[in-house]
């Protein structure tokens, strides 16, 4: 015998697999594809049955929603996408693994925003609901108008005051006027009067004479 040879004698030889532990392999199997077969059926089932109820949903002109009992994720994306294949809106609502449910809606008959909020926080929609929040919008609305028509009203006094203080504001007004013609002698300004010189011509040439002769006497 080879080294080779030798050596692979040697070795521990693989485990076996038992014909039990084989049959019990092969019937955890069979049951995992039993269980799957079971679970595709079941849904596939569910799917005919949503196809039913929401086309005759759709032939029935007095419905214009439709409310399906809580359901899990996969159930409820059945719902979504037949719904969708159908021309209709479906919404989900209420609180995942606990109450999540669906409702469908008509393209036609469209949930109001209003709808939609009062669903999605845990409340029934009804039309004493609608009432109340279509008269909550209409005080509010008023309430509004009110108040820009507050903010665009000028002020208006009780009394006039101009006419109450007449004597005041004209005695004011006189002497600011005053204030505003007087000659302000700070700036080299003197009253006309002081400017006018009423000496005749004959004075004033013989007043000038007088100065030079003054002026030539104290040169000499």
């Known amino acids: 015998m080879d080294l080779l040879g030798s050596i692979l004698s040697s070795m521990d030889k693989p485990p076996t697999v038992s014909d039990k532990q084989k049959e019990l392999l092969k019937r955890q199997k069979q049951e995992m594809l039993k269980k799957q077969n079971a679970e595709k059926e079941m849904l596939k089932k569910f799917r005919l049955k949503t196809e039913k109820d929401l086309n005759n949903f759709l032939n029935d002109p007095k419905k214009t929603r439709l409310k399906y009992p809580p359901m ?3 159930f409820r994306s059945i719902v979504h996408e037949v719904a969708e294949e159908c021309g209709l809106t479906a919404h989900s609502f209420g609180k995942d693994g606990i109450d999540r449910y669906i409702m469908v ?8 925003e209003d709808e939609l909020a009062v669903l999605r926080n845990g409340e029934e929609w009804t039309k004493e609901k609608e009432q109340e929040i279509a008269l909550r919008r209409e005080l509010e609305r008023e309430e509004q108008i009110e108040a820009a028509k507050r903010k665009n009203e000028k002020f208006t006094p009780n009394s006039n ?4 203080y007449q004597h005041l504001i004209g005695l004011e007004a006189a002497k600011d006027a005053a204030r505003a013609t007087k000659t302000n002698k700070q700036y080299g ?3 006309s009067e002081n400017k ?3 000496r005749s011509i004959e004075e004033t040439l013989a007043d000038i004479q007088k100065k030079k002769r003054k002026l030539a006497h104290n040169q000499d």
Do not use: C, M
């Open 72 to 74: 899990e994720q996969i």
């Open 105 to 112: 809606f008509k393209k036609e008959y469209p949930p109001s």
């Open 161 to 164: 005051y101009q006419e109450k």
């Open 189 to 191: 300004f003197v009253p």
């Open 196 to 198: 006018k010189d009423h």
